[in-house]
């Protein structure tokens, strides 16, 4: 059986669209089940009608023309109940509908299943049987039920493909398609889409259509010439130490090589206007599907050579490849999974937007995009990226939403909002020179959190106080190997200067989860439960010492700095790390530096550091709450993982308990807390926790302006009571919409969300 549902899975995932892959499902578990009738039923989100997609054993004409309401039927019943129903005797059910279009009167048995992918129906599938007699089995029910839930994803996959181009279920032409997924930095995007990838990986080569198709041809024979010559030295290299069946191998991919075999089929699609690479990755998926479905194990095995091949063109193709990208003016930026070092890959001014398949809300990425105040959504899982490239997109990063090719209703909607959000912070630009005070007089510090150069500019013209974490990883992950001293202490110098005298805290060096250093990978099942933070420079010592040697250096003359230590799980690593920069300091003095000793703190993330607050503040002269993390380690959810992401919630009872409770305990033993977490940068929860008396409040310089702006409108004692209000709570939903409502009532709905108030209503979208 397992076989048989891995050649279906790997041919479903092969169709050209969602028709061929619905066609091949019900015809392979027809045969597979041995059943008379097999057939495939999707919810159409539009109509919120089941559609016949697909059937083998009704009668064909009856596809795309029949459809049952949402809760009609056997088929809304299995829907709406969501699980499958097994019946001997499916028209003597109450809940039976007879289409005479599908000549269904002539089949008795019936057992449908749940097609469900992340909670949503997609549909039902469904085997008949004439006989009454025949009841499926438990072993029959299970099969299809698996069936189901390996295919739920793929058709969820094939659904968003057409969806990309406009087109409906039924393939009629759609309008303003919206893909949900979750929100990374707030604001919206329009531009055109730009799709990155991993160089010399087929599979992740997008579709192009290009003009110059002679052009094309030649770039492809140039890399078919190249590669036929590696091929031939290779064969004369080896040619004294291999037998010659084994030299036959060479012949075999030459052959492939000929113009009539790989590379003529590869030249037919460039000439429909398909670019090199999106050709060559089209021909080579296709033989490798037609190989791996062979029974011979030796033709089997072939499809090896011709992935092998493939790759070899593709690589020269893109040595090759005489275009540098031109990035449009306004870019959005897409990628499986995007990584610091392509946000920097965008001339200055162009990036607009950012969409990543992988990764939530609270990756690093999208903080590094909060920074930089571009609009991003991220966890867009079902999304083919491969047909993004060149389309005109929205990114609204306030819903987590993208619309490719949206119409001029919606890009008019959208486009308001972008106006209004301008508005609203050059509003804010007058408050820069303001503190951050309460109408009652709390002074609360406002602080930002940095990564790059450009975050330090963009801090000063919003006002910050200082730099509450600068993440020293962000210039490590731009580098291809570590930085010396010297260059890490010219990246610290930029900082420390930029904003002496006030204090600028940053924090050794913090990989591991999903900051990965190209030069210095690790590799683990649970990289977040991992070798992370101080775990690794505790190990490495000596990248620890230079670090902190190129810190205490840059700080000469300025005195500004604080050191800061990331995942703090024990007391023994701040007194191992204690001792370390001790130690540094007094070499460093003893070299003649005029330095001062830094401030020391930690950061509070992980639960247990939660019940040892006093003990830590002890130990040190500051601590600071990494609430992205604290939240992730107390939900036992995943930052990076979208599947999750509905479940990482800030506002969380647990959450806001813990974070009561290490304001108190640092207070009660005399030591000033902050936090750096990206809840300091939400206005609802920065009010929430000035009212809990955290001393500064660090966030990305974006939020700086709208945070201040409603801590300065407000009292704290309303902060508080509101703090009273929402501790009685037990949801972290209605926690959240306490807290907005709350804003909202005092007048900063604006804060949260803009173009609700003064723009017209968003045209109604169609959902995937
Ligand atoms: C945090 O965990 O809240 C934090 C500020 O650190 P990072 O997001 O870099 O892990
Ligand atoms: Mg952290």
């Not at 010592?541 to 990331?566: C, D, T, W, Y």
């Not at 920065?686 to 310089?701: F, I, K, Q, R, T």
């Amino acid at each position: 059986m397992l076989n048989v549902l891995r050649n279906l899975v790997q041919d479903v995932n092969s169709a050209q669209d969602l028709k061929e892959a619905l066609e091949i499902i019900v015809s392979r578990v027809q045969s597979a089940m041995d059943t008379e009738v097999c057939s495939v039923y999707l919810l159409d989100p539009d109509s919120n009608r089941y559609i016949l997609m697909a059937t083998e054993g009704l009668y064909r004409e009856a596809v795309g023309k029949v459809s049952l309401g949402y809760s009609e039927g056997l088929i809304g019943l299995v829907g709406s109940r969501e699980e499958p129903i097994n019946l001997e005797d499916a028209p003597s059910h109450p809940r039976y509908r007879y289409f005479p279009e599908t000549g269904e009167e002539r089949f008795r048995s019936f057992l449908g299943v749940p097609i469900i992918h992340h909670r949503r129906v997609l549909g039902v599938l469904v085997v008949q049987e004439r006989e009454t007699a025949r009841c499926f089995d438990e072993g029959e029910e299970a099969f299809l039920v698996t069936v189901s839930a390996q295919l739920a994803g793929v058709i969820a996959h094939s659904e968003a493909t057409g969806a990309i181009s406009g087109l409906s279920l039924t393939g009629e032409q759609a309008k303003d398609v919206c893909f949900n997924g979750v929100a990374g930095a707030q604001g919206v995007a329009i531009g055109e889409g730009v799709v990155v990838y991993p160089a010399a990986d087929l599979d992740a080569v997008p579709e192009k259509q290009i003009e110059d198709i002679e052009q094309e041809l030649a770039l492809f024979g140039v890399a078919v010439t190249a590669v036929r010559e590696d091929i031939e030295r290779v064969a004369e290299r080896l040619a004294s130490q291999l037998r010659p069946e084994e030299q036959a191998l060479f012949e075999v991919y030459l052959r492939m090589l000929s113009d009539e075999a790989l590379p003529g089929e590869v030249v037919n699609r460039i000439r429909d206007g398909q670019w090199a690479q999106g050709a060559l990755k089209q021909v080579v998926q296709q033989y490798v599907r037609h190989f791996e479905m062979m029974d011979d194990l030796y033709l089997r095995e072939r499809a090896v050579d011709i992935r092998d091949l493939g790759r070899r063109l593709l690589s020269h193709l893109q040595e090759g490849d005489p275009q540098d990208r031109v990035y449009p003016e306004k870019t959005v930026l897409v990628s499986e999974e995007l990584t610091p070092a392509m946000l920097g890959e965008v001339p200055r001014g162009q990036l607009v937007g950012l969409v990543s398949v992988r990764g939530s809300g609270n990756s690093h990425v999208a903080i590094l995009a909060r920074a930089m105040g571009v609009p991003t959504v991220m966890g867009l899982v079902d999304i083919p990226v491969n047909q993004l490239d060149g389309r005109e997109m929205i990114v609204d990063g306030f819903e987590g939403q993208i619309y490719a090719s949206p119409s001029q209703e919606l890009r008019n909607f959208y486009q308001d909002i972008c106006d209004e959000e301008d508005e609203l912070v050059k509003g804010l630009e007058a408050l820069r020179d303001k503190p951050c005070e309460t109408t009652d007089g709390h002074r609360v510090s406002l602080l930002v959190n940095t990564g790059l150069m450009t975050d330090v500019v963009r801090s000063l013209s919003h006002g910050a106080e200082g730099i509450g974490l600068y993440r020293t990883e962000v210039p490590f992950m731009i580098k291809d190997r570590f930085p010396s001293e010297q260059e890490q202490r010219e990246y610290y110098r930029e900082q420390l200067e930029a904003f002496a005298p006030n204090p600028v805290t940053m924090r050794t060096l913090d990989i591991g989860g999903d900051k990965a250093l190209t030069y210095f990978p690790i590799q683990e099942e649970n990289p977040f439960l991992g070798w992370r933070g101080i775990r690794v420079t505790l190990d490495h010592p000596e990248i620890f010492l230079v670090q902190v040697r190129a810190m205490l250096k840059a700080s000469e003359g300025l005195n500004n700095l604080q050191i800061m230590l990331p995942m703090i799980s024990n007391i023994s690593e701040v007194e191992e790390s204690l001792h370390l920069i001790y130690r540094v300091y007094h070499e460093v003095r003893e070299e003649g530096y005029d330095i001062h000793m830094p401030k020391v703190g930690v950061m509070v993330e992980i639960p247990a550091a939660v019940y040892q607050v006093r003990e830590l503040a002890d130990r040190v002269d500051f601590l600071s709450v990494g609430s992205n993390d604290l939240t992730q380690y107390l939900l036992a959810v995943d930052r990076n993982n979208p599947r999750v992401a509905q479940l990482y919630h800030s506002y969380h009872p647990a959450v806001l308990q813990a974070l009561v409770r290490i304001a108190q305990d640092a207070h009660a033993v005399g030591k000033p807390v902050s936090i750096c977490g990206e809840l300091a940068g939400d206005p609802g929860g920065a009010v929430l926790l000035m009212a809990m008396g955290y001393d500064a409040l660090s966030m990305n310089a974006a939020s700086l302006p709208k945070v201040k702006s409603v801590l300065r409108s407000l009292s704290r004692e309303w902060a508080m009571q509101l703090l009273e209000d929402v501790l009685l709570l037990d949801s972290p939903h209605v926690i959240k919409s306490c807290v907005d409502l709350s804003l909202r009532s005092a007048g900063f709905g604006r804060y949260l969300r803009p173009g609700k108030s003064s723009v017209t209503a968003r045209p109604e979208p169609s959902h995937v």
